[in-house]
Structure formats: C-alpha cells, structure tokens
C-alpha cells in the first residue's frame, strides 16, 4: 500500500454476465493473476491474487466463497486455508495473508483497481 | 438501607470476591466499595511475565473498564487503607477518606519477600511483583548486561525467562537444593534444571547469599560458601510475606509468622471482619497460589449473600499446579514429596527430559499425589483421580506409561461431587448442572456459565467427556451442527431436503439456514441433493467441493488427474492401449492405482474437456475418482482363472461397480470383491466387501476406515448373488441417509447404536420398515446415471468454465514440472512456506 492515497488505474476485465453466481474465476491483469469473485448473494464483488501464499499454486480463483461470523471469505482448494475477502487475512489463523484489490462494475463491465503499471513488482 | 461492605485489596482474589458478590445478587444489599494500592484496576498476576512481551495491562485486565460501575461498586485505586478501626469501625484511607464498614474483608494479599542480607537496598535491586515493578525492571535493564534472579520457585524461574527474553545474561540462585523445592523432588528438579539450562539459564543451587557487591549500585553477589556471581543487577523472588500490618495494627488476630488468623468460615477474631486470598491464615497455612484464594472469595461471598441457608465451609486447598514453565511443562499435586508413608513409581527418560513420579499409598490402590515434568498430559486425569479418591487400576504405572486414555476405565464412574476444574473450584454436579438447566449445550456454553476450563484448560478434555455423556443419556443426538449457518445435522439437513423437495442450496440456506453458506455446508447439501435428486453435479456448480466442481482432482501445482472407469480392473489391450495413447498426447504421467485403475496426472485445468473428450470417444466414462461418491470395486481373477476360486469375483465386481457408480454419499466409497477366502482382492478392507464361498457370497461391512484402518465386519453369509445386491442397496442407502458429513462407512457403524447386530436388524429383518423405500431410492438413482464428463463434452458452454483466464487464452505460467524416472512430476513447493503447513 502507498501511503499517499492515490487513486487506482481500474482496468476492465469482462463483462458481469461471464462470471458464475456466488463464484469465482481468474483474469490476467497487468500480467498478474487476480482472482475475482461474484458473490451474488451478498450482492458484493471482491478480488484478490490467485495466489495460495501457503504452496505458491495459482488456485484462489477455484476456491469456494462463504461466510465466517459474517466475513467474506474463500477457501483455498488445496488445504481449506480461508482468507477474508475485505483484509486477506487468513481467517484459519495461519500468519500469511493475500493482497485484496478494489473491484469497481459500470454499465455490465467488471474494473479492478490496480496501482499504475510499472509499480507492480 | 444497605449495609456497607469495604473490601481491602484490589489484586486477583479481591476482584473475584466482588464479581461473586455481584453474581449472587450482593450488590443488592451491600453497599460495596474497594480498594487498590496499585494505580490500576485488578489484573492477571499470574501471567505478569507476557507484560515483558507485549507490553500491554490491557491483555492482563480481569474485567472491562465499566465492570465496577456496571455493576455498583465502588472503586478507589492508587488509595490503600492505612488504618482499621475495629471499635468504631470504619477504614481510614491513605487519601483520608473514611469509610465506616458494616462487613470489612481483607484481601491485601502479599509482598515479595526480601532476606535481609548485607547490601541487599542497593540500587539495582528489584522485587517482582507488579506491573510497576516489572516497569523499573526493564527501565534500568537498559543499562546491565547480566542479570541474577534470587529464587528458583515458579515466579523465580518465569523471571529468569522473562530476563533471558530481554537478550541478558540470565541466572537463578536458589538456596536449596533443588529447584521448585516445594513442588519437586530431587531427580525432577535434575530433569527441569538441564532443560532450562538448554536454554540458556544458568542455575546456580545449594546458595546461601552473604551479601551484594558494588559501592551505591548493586555489582553482584557473594555467597557464604566464598563464591561470587558477576551479575549487575538483582531481582528477588524468594517467596512472599502475608500483607497483615493493618490487621496487627488494630487487634486482628496474626499468625506468629504472619498472616491473617481466619477460621473454616474464614472469619477473623473480630466480628464482621474477614480475610481472604494470601493474607489468610487458615489451620497454620498461607496458600501462595491464586486457586485457594478464588475459592476463599467464593465461599465467602456465598455466605454473606445468602444469611440464613445453610453457610459454606473451607477445608484447605490442594497445592496442585500446572504450569508451562519456559516452554516445559512441569506440574506437581498432592503430597508430591512423598512426606508420609508411601509407595513411589517413576519413570524418567533423560533423551527427551520426561520425568514422572506417582505417589501411590502403600497398598498402591490410591493415587496420594505426583509429579510431571516435560510431558504432562496425564495431569488433569491423575489429579481427577487424587482428588477424589478413586480406586485405581491394577497397574497403575499406566497412568505415566504409555498413553492415557481419555476415557481410562478408572474415570467412568466419579461421583457428582468430583472436582473437575481446580482453578475455578468446579465439580462435576456443577457441570451436570448446567448442562441439565439447558443454558448450554457445546463446550463453549459450558465454559461461559461454570467459568471451567477457563483456568489453566486442563480440564478441557474431561468437560467434554461428561458433556457428551450427559446429552447422550438425555437421548439428544450428539452430532456437531453442520457448521455456523445451519443449526441441523446432516441426517436432519437430508429428511429435510427430501421431505421439503429442496433442490437448491440457496433455498435451503433461506429456509433453513443464515449467512452464505461455506465450504463445509455447501459441499454437504450439494452432496444431500445429489444423493437424493441424482442429477448432474455441474449443474450445481458453485457448492460442489473443489474435485467435484472440476470432475477431477486438484494435486500439486493446481493441475489435475484423470481416472477414467475400469469396472472391476478387467480391460482390454486396446482399451490399455488408447489410455496410453492419450496419456502421451497430453504428456500425462501414469499410474496404477490401489483400486486396479489408471490415474492420469498432470493435466492443466484447460485440457481436461479435450481429455474427456478423447476417452469418452473410445468408450471410457468418469470413474469418479474425484467425488465423495462410490468409486471403485477391486477384484481377483476368481474362479475363471484363479485355481483356488470358488465363484467368478471379476463378474460379480463388475456388476457391483456399473449398478453404484457415481452415487454421492458422505464420504468416499470403495468396494472388492475376492474369489474366495485367500482375499486377494482385500475386501474385508473396503467400506463394503464381498468374499466367495462354496455357498455364495458373504458380505462385510464398514472397513477402510481412513486414518484408522478398519477391517469389516460380517453382515450376512452366503448370500446369492440377488440377496447380496439387495443389502448393499439397503445398506448404502441407509447410510447415505443417516451418516454425518464426512464420517466414512466405519465410524458411522461405530457410532451407530446396536452396533452391527442393529444394523442386521435394519438390514436383513427390516427393523425399521424402510427396506422397501431404501430400495425405491437406489434404484432411482442407479436408473438415473450419466457419465458427468459426457455430460461436460457434449456442452460448449460447460466448458468454458475450464480456461484458466477469463479474458485470456494463456495457460498458467506458473506451472512447472520436472523429469523424474522418465515421466513428468510437479516441482516441489517452495521450502519456506512450507514450514507453515
């Protein structure tokens, strides 16, 4: 995070009609792999890498989203680690975590807000 | 009007004493005020050593800031009593306040003792004690390199830890000759010191200290015996000296070391005057642990709050104590020394730094105290067993040798009154209690209204024990909710699919559930509807576990294998050679796996359409090797090669494998079937097996029990081949309809009331009556299979859902294998984050 807020580059991916309710796929953003997910019933959208920061395998995307005590979480596919959607935090206690991005719908086409190219790593 | 109840001391058991008080509707009729010397409200004094860490009262706070207001008492801090007039009684406060007292209860506790040797008011010299201690500590710990702490008790030894924390020389000087001299013998003490002087504690025992060194500020110590430890600073923990000037002071009783005389009813010699916690002197005993206190203010507060019924009594608390001492764990009860006549056990292992001692009585039917150090799990049992006096078993080195049991034969019976929590005084009727009022149901209830298990934990184990006993004899079913959004089973979760037509997840959670559902429930009831409605999976996409989902399974790299069926392991050479084929077009690593198939590994998620594809064109279908469903039949070449062979296993596996193929259950499913009773198609080790006889076909039960290997049990013998699919119908359905999620065919058998001979009942005599619907059910389900990967070939918009990119044909670039044995393997994980696992 920079600590001027500067607001992001919001770069479209697809249309919202491409993505399954209450699920998730990956797009190709900046070159990074970012992991973004529909949750039609909560009427939300978040995003965040694809990355499993536990075994390095890009599978987010696959994971299955629900709820903790009310907070938006996925579940890696590879060992049921869950990560809130909000903060990236690993709701299952564990010390890593996973970058979230802002996601941002007009008129049917789903942004996600990246720093401008050149800063990602 | 109220009466007026001042309570002296703020610390650990003057707070509890309050909280009682409140909690027996005290504050009703008392007038409470309280005061604390410390400028901070009451605070954890036992984990005073995590303040070196984490530099915050706030973790170690007994109660919220507003507990005192909300609950009406009074509470005066940094402002200590300085007088008791007993005549005209009421306190004189240090801010000159006074406050007359109808009822006064002194809880000042106690203050570090400090031996009175030469020096030993030097600058440099500290106590332990407070919050504010600890504050000087580390202020002029600033300044020292090395560091001696006087005292190798508990608080000593956390000390000393806490100064090793602080990246300084650490050393404990204790004058006797063992550490912990009150809690632990000679050969303890030994196993303890060389595991914290692993750790970089130095200990120095057998030390009577003449005098400190250094002009004005403290520069080490010297002792009788000539020697001297270099160290530039000292902090004292060498016990404590009860807080009783007050009482002394203005004609309370003393004892003639110290300390508050208070009897049964922990009342002093003046009328309407009591003491409580470290300061009390009970039957010649000061306890300097923070239980016997708690249970002081428990019993005191219960009889002033309730004059008339029938008052309680204290008879003396036990010295038990647990404790994770520097990372060891070291716990002592009982009469550990072993001071009266007695039977001693001991084990002592010095590789891995265990030590265990049972005091045993000399008929060695009774358990009269212990001690554990370096692995004390056996705690909270042996000291069950200690404080309620229970017979042991015949050989009772048991208790220290191997593992122990959760629920070990001398535990089945306690009585009510079996003390259960120590730290907070709970028996065993309490926990009964609560549990029977309704007011809790989970462990989590429990702890919140009997404060058990919310000490030191240890006790945690046996609350769960008789929690699930007591719910069981209540006839309640003691299954787990599904998870936080549904309040059902998944027994109930299924009746209520089938009895409400729920087709759905997102209607079931409406009408039954809250929240969004997760990745346990949504799994649960996909596989309930599954089972129940038969239809394709995909179409439920989104709540199908993540093998489901894909019709694959998920293995390192985030790539996949492929299994396709091979009924029974019996395939042709053309069929072996298409897999081939199509494993080389896709550069596919192949193997044979335990259920007599071939496990194609490594495809990207993208191939996985064109690899169905191919195999469904050459007449393979989905072997389901990726769904909590029925998977594969093993078989033998039975009677039609084999020479010992009595029926034709091959045929009959066949059969078995095509009627339940695919079928969702709790958990995954596998089947064999052996020619005869050699059993080389290892039947008895699968969820159901079948083995010939000369007569026809006996059929096992609820093996392959997962982590626990299980062999099967025998449901019926020499069965036709009719009969016998009749039962795996019957008893399948049965299953599928009752387990928890999860819970494969043994557990299920084994937590099944009857046992097996309930299921023969069900099964064979239809106990229940639902033979016929069971039946109905699989026949439903077998008449409605379709090959789920078909099902995803044949539709273009099914398999869309396989690019790994939404907006981009690329694969993952992060995939990468390697060469290994002429196939391709993942590469491994990076090491780092895998400690993490």
Not at chain 2, 534 to 562: C, F, M, W
Request: net charge negative; proline share 4%.
């Amino acid at each position: 995070m920079n600590t001027t807020a500067k607001e992001p580059v919001w770069i479209p991916v697809s249309t919202v009609s491409e993505f399954p309710d209450d699920g998730g796929v990956c797009a190709k953003v900046y070159g990074e792999q970012i992991a973004i997910f529909h949750f039609s019933s909560r009427n939300e959208w978040f995003a965040c890498e694809n990355k499993c920061p536990h075994t390095g395998d890009m599978v987010l995307a696959r994971g299955m989203i629900g709820d903790s005590q009310g907070e938006p979480k996925v579940a890696c596919p590879m060992h049921k680690k869950s990560f809130s959607l909000r903060t990236g935090a690993c709701i299952s206690g564990d010390e890593y975590s996973i970058k979230t991005y802002p996601v941002h719908i007009e008129d049917g086409t789903v942004y996600i807000g990246m720093e401008s190219p050149g800063t990602q790593g | 009007m109220k009466r007026k109840l001042v309570i002296l001391g703020n610390g650990m058991v003057g707070h509890r004493f309050a909280e009682k008080i409140a909690e027996y509707g005290g504050t009703e009729k008392f007038e409470v005020t309280i005061l604390g010397e410390e400028p901070r409200r009451a605070y954890d004094r036992v984990h005073l050593s995590e303040y070196f860490t984490n530099r915050s009262a706030d973790s170690l706070y007994l109660s919220p800031s507003d507990w005192y207001r909300t609950n009406g008492i009074r509470l005066l801090l940094s402002e200590p009593a300085i007088s008791v007039d007993t005549v005209s009684r009421k306190v004189t406060t240090s801010a000159g306040t006074e406050l007359p007292f109808d009822e006064l209860v002194i809880a000042t506790g106690s203050s570090a003792f400090v031996p009175n040797f030469e020096g030993v008011d030097k600058q440099g010299v500290f106590v332990y004690r407070t919050i504010e201690d600890l504050e000087k500590i580390m202020s002029y710990a600033k300044q020292v390199s090395k560091v001696a702490v006087l005292g190798g008790g508990l608080l000593g030894l956390e000390a000393a830890k806490a100064v090793l924390d602080m990246g300084k020389e650490s050393h404990v000087v204790e004058f006797a000759s063992r550490l912990m001299p009150r809690q632990l013998d000679e050969a303890a003490s030994s196993v303890l010191k060389s595991k914290i002087e692993s750790l970089g504690v130095r200990i120095h025992l057998n030390k009577e200290t003449k005098q400190a060194l250094g002009d004005s500020s403290f520069q080490g110590l010297e002792f009788v015996d000539g020697s001297v430890l270099d160290v530039e600073m000292l902090i004292v923990s060498a016990g404590i000296r009860p807080r009783d000037e007050l009482a002394k002071n203005s004609g309370i009783e003393v004892g003639q070391r110290g300390g508050i005389i208070v009897d049964d009813e922990l009342r002093t010699n003046v009328y309407g005057v009591y003491a409580i916690g470290e300061v009390a002197l009970h039957k010649g005993m000061i306890y300097g642990l923070v239980a016997p206190g708690y249970e002081m203010a428990e019993i005191l507060a219960y009889n002033l709050c309730s004059p008339g019924q029938k008052t309680k009594s204290y008879a003396g608390s036990d010295l038990s104590t647990k404790l994770k001492l520097i990372g060891v764990d070291v716990a002592s009860f009982g009469d550990a020394l072993g001071q009266t006549e007695h039977l001693p056990i001991a084990y002592t292992n010095p590789r891995t730094g265990v030590y265990k001692k049972l005091v045993l009585s000399q008929d060695g039917k009774k358990l009269k105290g212990g001690i554990l150090v370096g692995d004390a799990d056996a705690y909270s049992n042996l000291l069950t067993l200690y404080l309620n006096n229970v017979e042991l078993p015949a050989e009772p080195e048991s208790l220290i040798v191997g593992t122990p049991s959760e629920e070990g034969s001398a535990f089945g019976s306690l009585p009510d009154d079996a003390k259960i929590c120590s730290c907070n005084n709970v028996s065993k009727g309490d926990l009964l209690g609560a549990i029977r009022s309704g007011s809790c149901s989970d462990l989590k209830g429990l702890k919140e209204c009997t404060k058990s298990g919310t000490g030191c934990g240890g006790c945690i184990p046996q609350m769960n024990s008789i929690l699930k006993e007591e719910l069981r004899a209540q006839g309640k079913v003691v299954t787990e909710h599904v998870c936080e959004h549904f309040k059902y089973s998944r027994q109930e979760l299924f009746q209520i699919a089938k009895v409400k037509g729920i087709r759905t997840f997102e209607e079931m959670i409406r009408t039954h559930g809250m929240g969004n559902g997760c990745e346990v429930c949504k799994p649960a009831v996909a596989s309930i509807i599954a089972s129940i409605y038969n239809e394709p999976i995909q179409k439920h996409r989104e709540i199908q576990d993540t093998n489901d989902k894909y019709l694959a399974n998920i293995q390192r790299g985030g790539t996949y294998s492929v299994v396709p069926r091979i009924p029974g392991g019996e395939i042709t050479p053309d069929k072996l050679i298409v897999i081939g084929q199509i494993a080389k077009k896709y550069d596919l690593y192949c193997k044979i796996t335990g259920g007599q198939r071939i496990d194609l590994l490594g495809a990207r998620m993208e191939q996985l359409p064109d690899i169905w594809k191919d195999l469904v064109e050459e007449g393979f279908e989905s072997g389901h090797a990726y769904g909590k469903a029925m998977r594969t039949v093993k078989s033998c070449v039975g009677s039609t090669w084999c020479r010992y062979g009595v029926q034709d296993s091959t045929a009959f596996a066949i059969r078995i494998e095509e009627r339940y193929r695919g079928i969702r259950a709790p958990h995954k499913l596998k089947s064999a079937v052996s020619g005869c009773i050699r059993e080389c198609a290892e039947a008895r080790g699968k969820d159901f097996g079948i083995i010939a006889t000369e007569k026809g076909w006996n059929l096992y039960v609820g093996g392959n029990g997962g982590v626990n290997p299980k062999h099967a049990i025998l449901l019926a013998a020499d069965l036709d081949e009719e009969t016998c699919v009749k039962y795996i119908d019957r008893f399948m359905m049965f299953y599928i309809r009752t387990a928890d999620k999860l819970v494969r065919t043994s557990a299920w058998l084994e937590q099944l009331e009857g046992g097996i001979e309930y299921l023969k009942d069900v099964i064979i005599n239809d106990r229940l009556g639902i033979n016929k619907a069971l039946e109905e059910e699989m026949d439903n389900l077998v008449g409605t299979y379709v090959c789920e990967w078909k099902d995803v070939v044949d539709d273009p918009e099914k398999q869309k859902k396989y690019k790994h990119f939404i907006n981009s044909e690329d694969s993952d670039p992060t995939v990468r294998f390697i060469e290994e044995r002429g196939q391709k393997r993942p590469v491994d994980w990076p090491k780092k984050e895998l400690v993490s696992n």
